[in-house]
């Protein structure tokens, strides 16, 4: 069973860039069925999908975060990042990763099926 885990600061400061790393365990990141994506929620709202990287290292991102998101990765480690540029504190939330296990995107939260249990990051003005 695939295992995903999150980890980074907690606390950022507006304008900076938010980083974040997931580890995987259970399975390999060059899989090719499998979608590797980050999720996040903030306060009092809902899930919101924010991007993907493919078996190949190819991406894609949410329309409305694309031109400040970055997910990366690092084979050797097994790892794959989000960078989040220009952060204010509404980006202030409980950040995902979270994998598919399916040879299709998808950017709906229920399609995912492993998570990590999320890491609170706050931004600070």
């Known amino acids: 069973q695939v295992q995903v885990q999150e980890s980074g600061p907690g606390l950022v400061k507006a304008s900076q860039t938010l980083s974040l790393t997931c580890t995987v365990s259970?399975?390999?990141?060059?899989?090719?069925?499998?979608?590797w994506s980050w999720i996040r929620q903030p306060p009092g709202k809902g899930l919101e999908w924010m991007g993907v990287?493919?078996?190949?290292?190819?991406?894609a991102y949410s329309p409305s975060l694309k031109s400040r998101t970055s997910i990366s990765r690092d084979t050797s480690k097994n790892q794959f990042s989000l960078q989040l540029s220009s952060v204010t504190p509404e980006d202030t939330a409980v950040y995902y990763c979270a994998v598919r296990t399916n040879v299709k995107d998808s950017n709906g939260v229920s399609d995912y099926t492993y998570w990590g249990q999320g890491t609170q990051v706050t931004v600070s003005s």
């Open positions: 259970g399975g390999s990141i060059t899989t090719s069925y499998y979608r």
């Open positions: 990287i493919r078996y190949d290292g190819s991406t």
